[in-house]
Structures are given as structure tokens and as C-alpha cells.
């Protein structure tokens, strides 16, 4: 079983940044597809970025593009997401989400991953 722990998240203004970090335990993260979510209060939860196992291919929502980045470290079993000038329309519940087995070539819905974290809040004021 796959746990997933995400930390990183607050409150900062608008045009700040923060860093979202997901400590994986159990099983072989090397061997996910890893991606980041976020659900806005009354609204579906949407895909942000998703990264390849060996973290060579990532992939972004039209949304982040040029301002997150997803990365990820395979020895420390880590996964992180990079903000940058941040909006408000930007706050929301982050989530990680691992799929084992996985071979990336695009942005992956919600339900093609498997083990899910509980998520870390990021708000951000005008």
C-alpha cells in the first residue's frame, strides 16, 4: 500500500510562490506516474501536472503552464510542484496522486490514478 503525504501548502498574496512537497512510503515510487490535482471550494477536482517515473517527460494544464513546475526525486521518494505568481483564482485543496505502471505521454485524469494524499490547502490573497 502507497501513502502519500503532502505538505507546503498556506497563505500567501498574490504574485508570491510556494513549493507543494508529497512524501511517498510503501511500495516503488520509481515506479509511478505522479501527478498533482486541485479542487477549488464547489468545483471538480482538475488536473495540474503529471511527471513521468524517471521524471524526464512532465506535462501541465494550459492553466500552469510557465508558472508551475513539477518535479520529482526518486531517491528521497519525493514529489514536488513549484508555484509561481501565484492568483487568486490559484487557491484551492492541492492533492498528489500516484498510478503505478505507468507509461506518461500526456496529462492523466483523475480516475486513471490509484492512490491519492490528503491534501494541503494553498490560498492566495489579492
Known amino acids: 500500500q502507497v501513502q502519500l503525504v503532502e505538505s507546503g501548502g498556506g497563505s500567501v498574496q498574490a504574485g508570491g510562490s510556494l513549493r507543494l512537497s508529497c512524501a511517498a512510503s510503501?511500495?516503488?515510487?520509481?515506479?509511478?506516474?505522479m501527478g498533482w490535482f486541485r479542487q477549488a471550494a464547489g468545483k471538480e477536482r482538475e488536473g495540474v501536472a503529471a511527471?513521468?517515473?524517471?521524471?524526464?517527460?512532465?506535462f501541465y494544464a494550459d492553466s500552469v503552464k510557465g508558472r508551475f513546475t513539477i518535479s520529482r526525486d526518486n531517491a528521497k521518494k519525493m514529489l514536488y510542484l513549484q508555484m509561481n505568481s501565484l492568483k487568486p483564482e490559484h487557491t484551492a485543496m492541492y492533492y498528489c496522486?500516484?498510478?503505478?505502471?505507468?507509461?506518461?505521454?500526456?496529462?492523466?485524469?483523475?480516475?486513471?490514478?490509484?492512490?491519492w494524499g490528503q491534501g494541503t490547502q494553498v490560498t492566495v490573497s489579492s
Open positions: 496522486a500516484a498510478r503505478p505502471g505507468c507509461w506518461l505521454t500526456t496529462l492523466l485524469p483523475r480516475s486513471e490514478y490509484t492512490y
Open positions: 510503501g511500495g516503488t515510487f520509481s515506479t509511478y506516474c
Open positions: 511527471i513521468s517515473t524517471g521524471g524526464s517527460r512532465t
